[in-house]
């Protein structure tokens, strides 16, 4: 917009978060000739309250009335303004970790150069995040009963230009303030406490005065969550006006929460070689002595989301995303770090990613509109309707340039290659599956006349299982498998650069300028 201050705010001067933020750590180290231990205890907490309203003004919209509804002129025509829904959110996040450490390295130079290094790590950690968002409801409405239909949200409008004003007054209680009957109602919320048991071990040997380094790893997960979401409106015990219209918490009944735990483990290697370092290549050693080759293969296994996952059709928990990743290349480092050049291709396949269940409501359709009567099969409510996960996979691969120059002591100049592409392995199998499953069903439904029998129910109408029948399947062709995945960036680039003085009154300070490209996009 022409002429605006871009320091202008349109919120209310007490539109404000209030925040509490404490951390305490504590760490023990001892070494013992080449052992090396170290514990220590980590804590934070953080809290945040949008105390009147959490949103703020981010739309510009022309007042085009020429009149007010009282039929007064309009003082504000043409101006420009915004209305903002009122809401208020909480959130609170707690964490606890226990850690320790222990690495020994010992060396045998007349078995290859031998050196060796093993680590030793342990966490346990526990997090507890609980959040609410609260709102102003009307609870009188003549035409919409229910405060959380979006009828009975609270909005407030403010004028761009105008002095920006105090609601806090008003928001913390419109009663008799503003016309109808408002009630402070809870609209979301959930309690979730997560723990994680951590072991892993790394092994780091290296040969022939470092020319080869062998690294090996292994860890051990156990991961578990219990999770208290809100009740779903409908379900028995949900929160209501018997409630005062507050967080009624729990998965499927009141209190029960969601828990899973699982174990998971996983291991990776790698191995950096320098094979011209030799002093039989002569003068090609100069060359080529800084030229090493990667090689690095890692497994790796994300823990259950904090959230409630829907089950899979079989009613099994979804599995844990599961990822692999190769990656092998060169690297070139000029003595004296005056350089260093890497060039690595690399592939993960990840498998089992968390997706829902496409065409729901569009299945639910069809088996309402065949006469079903099921919840399970006619509603899409989680926990006691068609809902469900289906999980997918993919597979990223690309090349990687970087080179890091150090021309001068003061200058570092770094620039950045890559060129990733990500393909789909899997998509909707259970969604496919169920379709071809019940194809038959659903056909002979769209082609029958409304009320006819089939299976002893009655057909509700043909046309909309046509109509859904046809979705499906729309969405179903445009599943490619095999091909690239879209909305994927092709071609990145970095460049940056950093200047350090190293003498005088500016003596250090570093300056850094960069810039990054992205390219187009499948």
Known sequence: IPDIDPRF??????????????????????????????VGYTKNDFDNNTIWSNASPNAAIIDVNRLLPNGQVNPRYLRTFTDVEQNNIYSQDATREYYGMATYRFFAPKWWDYKQQVSVNLRNRDTESENRTSAWRRSDNPAQADPFNNANRFFYRVYWGDARPYLGPVLQDPNGKVPGRWAYADTAGSVTDRGTRSTSATSQSAFFNEKVAVTLSY????????????????????????????????????????????TASSYAYGVVTYPFQSARFGHVKHVLSPLGFVVNYAENNQPPSSGVQNPLLSGDLPPLTHSDTTDYGLRYSIPGGKAYVT??????????????????????????????????????????????????????????????????????????????????????????AYVAQHRAEWEAGARAAQGQLIGGRA?????????????????????????LENNQV??????????SFREGMLRGLRVNAGVQYRGHGK
Request: a neutral charge; zero cysteines; hydrophobic letters at 35%.
């Open 459 to 483: 057909i509700l109408d043909p046309t909309l299982i046509q109509t859904a029948l046809n979705n499906i399947d729309n969405g179903l062709a445009g599943l490619t498998t095999g091909t």
């Open 9 to 38: 705010a349109a919120a209310p001067m007490d539109n404000v978060a209030d925040r509490d933020a404490s951390t305490l750590f504590v760490n023990l180290e001892h070494r013992v000739g080449n052992l090396f231990v170290r």
């Open 219 to 262: 860890s051990r997960d156990e991961v578990k969550v219990e999770n208290l979401p809100r009740l779903a409106a409908g379900l028995p015990g949900s929160t209501g006006t018997a409630g005062g219209f507050k967080n009624l918490l729990g998965f499927r009944t009141a209190g029960t929460p969601f828990k899973r735990k699982e």
């Open 343 to 432: 060039l690595t291709h690399y592939q993960t396949t990840q498998r089992d990613n968390p997706a829902g269940f496409g065409s729901a409501v569009d299945i639910a359709n069809i088996w309402t509109n065949l006469g079903y009567t099921d919840p399970k099969l006619t509603t899409t409510t989680a926990g006691v309707g068609f809902a469900y996960s289906d999980p997918n996979s993919r597979r990223l691969e690309g090349w990687e340039a970087e080179i890091t120059a150090n021309p001068t002591r003061n200058i570092t100049l770094t620039a950045n290659y890559s060129h990733p592409v990500s393909y789909i392995i899997t998509e909707s199998e259970d969604r496919k």
């Open 490 to 499: 092709r071609h990145r680039v970095n460049l940056a650069g950093a200047y």
